[in-house]
């Protein structure tokens, strides 16, 4: 099994800045790519950013020029720095990783974290 926990969400004020982080264990043998999507009451899930095991970035245009997303490989962590917030970036976070479990399963699996709060507002 493998487990997605997520830490760092939190209330903040308009502008202000937050750092998520995800820690992936369990039966891993190696991540292809981490990242995080958001939802918001109301809305469809959406992408915020991924990261490769090589360092390439995605973001969704909401976010892009305001958060960036890392990884640190060697302790399965990706993060999520986010600056300049706004309330429309108020949803529950969600960390993802899609990796294989074992040398012998050329398998690729999705997983999913339990998903952290982030509010922003005065």
């Known amino acids: 099994q493998v487990q997605l926990v997520e830490s760092g969400g939190g209330l903040v004020q308009p502008g202000g800045s937050l750092r998520l982080s995800c820690v992936a264990s369990?039966?891993?043998?190696?991540?292809?790519?981490m990242g995080w999507y958001r939802q918001a009451p109301g809305k469809q899930r959406e992408l915020v950013a991924t990261?490769?095991?090589?360092?390439?970035?995605n973001y969704g245009d909401s976010v892009k020029g305001r958060f960036t997303a890392s990884r640190d490989n060697a302790e399965n962590t990706v993060y999520l720095q986010m600056n300049s917030l706004k309330p429309e970036d108020t949803a529950v976070y969600y960390c993802?990783?899609?990796?294989?479990?074992?040398?012998?399963?050329?398998?690729?699996?999705?997983?999913w974290g339990q998903g952290t709060q982030v509010t922003v507002s005065t």
């Open positions: 993802n990783a899609i990796l294989r479990s074992g040398w012998g399963d050329p398998e690729h699996y999705m997983y």
């Open positions: 990261v490769t095991s090589s360092g390439g970035t």
């Open positions: 369990g039966s891993i043998f190696s991540i292809n790519t």
